[in-house]
């Protein structure tokens, strides 16, 4: 399974990646992107993940503008701290949300959903 997470505070990814890899294995392959104008170039060379975990905003913009540019649709986990834009909707392929601070028992629920 081929995962990137797209996260600006660069402790929370390497957070996620643990979890990630302690609940699906260590063979799982994950690439971080911690700002916009690096995801955006990112993908300009790279296979399309399997799943994308993502916090909204970023520190130079929000992630949509990433995910605008993917060339094939992705499922999307969105990783927000902001309940109120967990609720509105989201183009694209969402399969879920989680909250942070996030807890493994919920990274394990969105995982689950999406396998």
């Known amino acids: 399974m081929n995962i990137v997470i797209i996260e600006d505070e660069r402790?929370?990814?390497?957070?996620?990646?643990?979890?990630?890899?302690?609940?699906?294995?260590?063979?799982?392959?994950i690439s971080?992107?911690?700002s916009v104008s690096d995801g955006?170039?990112?993908?300009?060379?790279?296979t399309l993940p399997d799943l994308i975990l993502s916090d909204i905003q970023l520190g130079d913009g929000k992630?949509?503008?990433?995910?605008?540019?993917?060339?094939?649709?992705?499922?999307?986990?969105?990783?927000?701290?902001?309940?109120?834009?967990a609720f509105n909707p989201f183009p694209g392929s969402q399969v879920d949300y989680i909250l942070?601070?996030?807890?493994?028992?919920?990274?394990l629920r969105v995982l689950t959903k999406y396998m």
């Open 11 to 29: 402790l929370l990814a390497d957070e996620l990646e643990r979890n990630i890899r302690k609940l699906v294995g260590a063979s799982v392959c």
């Open 32 to 34: 971080q992107i911690h």
């Open 40 to 46: 955006i170039a990112y993908f300009k060379t790279a």
């Open 63 to 85: 992630c949509f503008d990433i995910l605008a540019t993917l060339k094939a649709a992705v499922p999307v986990i969105f990783c927000t701290a902001y309940d109120e834009q």
């Open 100 to 107: 942070k601070p996030f807890t493994c028992q919920m990274l």
